[in-house]
């Protein structure tokens, strides 16, 4: 079964929402609540995966492809995660990446994701010291 853009779309609100209610009930410093908000930052990365960019000619500036690779630096590099990065991820990005896939959705403009906003979905390179990801 092939799901449409509009289903990815709302995989990555509904993660974003997930995430809030996590963080309502407590901080990353429980275990069970970075582990689930991992999850769902892996869910919003598989589902950035799925979209068809060239559907979104006028959004350039929403790093799919960094929020694809932040997926998969979670999924394969678990042992080297940063927890001040994730939270970071989930403070201070998240919000612009929901206004823009809600506008996406509405079929308006989209809020731009500024290339020090999209930095931090962007996997580290291959000379990269420390953990985590940047």
Do not use: Q
Request: glycine share 6%; proline share 7%.
């Amino acid at each position: 079964m092939t799901r449409s853009e509009r289903e990815w779309l709302d995989d990555i609100l509904e993660s974003i929402s997930a995430i809030d209610r996590y963080m309502a009930r407590g901080d990353l410093h429980d275990e069970l609540i970075f582990d689930g908000c991992l999850h769902r930052l892996m869910e919003i990365g598989e589902a950035a995966k799925h979209l068809d960019v060239d559907l979104y000619p006028d959004d350039p500036e929403v790093p799919w492809s960094r929020i694809a690779g932040m997926r998969d630096f979670i999924t394969h590099h678990y042992f080297d995660i940063d927890p001040e990065i994730v939270h970071d991820t989930i403070t201070t990005k998240l919000e612009p990446l929901r206004a823009a896939v809600e506008s996406l959705i509405a079929g308006g403009e989209h809020v731009p994701i500024t290339d020090s906003t999209s930095a931090i979905w962007e996997p580290p390179s291959p000379d990269f010291e420390g953990p985590g990801f940047v």
